[in-house]
């Protein structure tokens, strides 16, 4: 099986049914028009809905407990998590046995000549 996150569909149906109830470690790289690291942010939540339209609602737990984050419509990088403690190197939360990983790079865009 080919695990290239470019040959996976979209939205995978099946493990967005699993997603109900089961805990997201989430990381997310906020990079640069030059291609250099921002910001990272790390959390967790517990996932309350998954829909291909309206996206994965997270209710977060641990320091963000109370906020709710949407994650995109796109399960690609959504991975099952491997059993262990996970240190979250921003908040040093440590959070344990989460049932999936899933990370994301959001590259700011060039801003238009004359905006």
Do not use: C
Not at 46 to 66: D, F, K, M, T, W
Not at 96 to 109: A, C, E, G, I, W
């Amino acid at each position: 099986m080919n695990d290239d996150i470019e040959s996976r569909e979209i939205w995978d149906a099946a493990l967005a049914d699993d997603l109900p109830g089961k805990v997201v470690l989430v990381g997310i790289s906020y990079i640069n028009e030059d291609g250099s690291l921002l910001e990272q942010q790390q959390f967790f939540g517990e996932v309350e809905s998954a829909h291909p339209r309206q996206g994965i609602l997270l209710s977060l737990r641990g320091r963000r407990s109370g906020e709710r984050y949407n994650l995109p419509p796109d399960t690609r990088s959504i991975n099952a998590a491997s059993p262990g403690e996970y240190s979250l190197r921003s908040t040093g939360e440590l959070v344990v046995d989460p049932d999936y990983t899933v990370t994301f790079s959001l590259r700011k865009q060039p801003r238009a000549h004359g905006a």
